[in-house]
């Protein structure tokens, strides 16, 4: 990364704490950053832990590009998983209520 960031000045490090309870701020972060940083017709917000499919994040980007404001994010679904053992459980099960609520939608 360090390579990649000399060379091509594309990688924005953030000076923040990880985890969950920062996120907010930390998407905040980015995108002020981001803006004030490079002129750019899209920016990517990822992790370290995600891989990006630069052919179909190209497709999608193209069709958007004509419209002047578009935010695409990861959009959760379906029932919230409370029980540990699964395989999708969901840590913060008890912020969505009762049992078997669903996710609401967002981005």
Partial sequence: MDAEEKEYNDILRLNHVEGQDGLPL?????????LSTWDADFYVKVDDDVHVN?????????????????????MKSGPV?????????EPDHWKFGTAGNNYFRHA
């Fill in 26 to 34: 930390k998407i905040q972060m980015f995108l002020s950053s981001a």
């Fill in 81 to 89: 998983i409370a029980n540990n053992e699964s395989k999708y459980y």
């Fill in 54 to 74: 630069i052919g179909i994040t190209r497709s999608i980007l193209a069709r958007h590009r004509s419209k002047p404001r578009v935010y695409i994010g990861c």
